[in-house]
């Protein structure tokens, strides 16, 4: 019984820097897919250089299935027929501390306007701030890790 008991404890406490160390990757980890804060897209963030990017995975509200999915409303007359899925939206981001990145831009399809931005993840919250000029000027929302990866959309033909 008692060395049942000892090595109980054992594997216990080789086991604890482990469990300690998933749960820090877990909180510094900004890679994968991320629902964004009003549940109706999902972006793929990846390595990109030295940095991180970000690209639109899924388009989960769809007001008209019917008509394809492009970035209408971009301030640029000429980028208006891409398509919106695939789309960057997040580039330029540099590791500015241990949960954050920084230093780079952010797309806002709804608005057709880019902004600069800071990411920081704790746990399954990304936090996406974006903002003109300083972080004080600015408009911080809330994405989910995505628990399973929605059905990646496909570009229009």
Same mark, same amino acid.
């Given at each position: ?23 820090? &990757? ?11 804060? #009003?549940? +109706? ?10 940095? %991180? ?7 989960? $509200?769809?007001? +008209?299935?019917? %008509? ?8 640029? &007359? ?8 695939? %789309? ?5 981001? #540099?590791?500015?501390?241990?949960? &954050?990145?920084? +230093?780079?831009?952010?797309? +806002?399809?709804?608005?057709?306007? $880019? ?8 746990? #399954? ?33």
């Amino acid at each position: 019984m008692r060395t049942l008991r000892t090595l109980i404890v054992a594997v216990a406490l080789l086991s604890a820097p482990l469990v300690s160390q998933a749960s820090a &990757a877990e909180r510094t980890d900004f890679t994968g897919v991320w629902i964004t804060d #009003k549940g +109706d897209g999902a972006t793929e963030i990846r390595p990109c250089g030295d940095g %991180l990017c970000g690209y639109i995975y899924a388009i989960l $509200s769809v007001p +008209d299935p019917s %008509l394809p999915q492009r970035d209408n409303r971009n301030e640029k &007359a000429e980028l208006r027929k891409r398509p919106l899925c695939g %789309l960057q939206v997040l580039g330029g981001l #540099k590791k500015v501390s241990e949960n &954050a990145f920084g +230093d780079g831009w952010v797309y +806002d399809p709804e608005t057709g306007k $880019s902004y600069s931005v800071e990411i920081t993840v704790q746990g #399954k919250t990304l936090s996406v701030r974006g903002y003109i000029g300083t972080k004080l000027m600015g408009r911080t929302v809330q994405w989910t890790r995505a628990a399973a990866a929605p059905k990646k959309c496909s570009p229009p033909a």
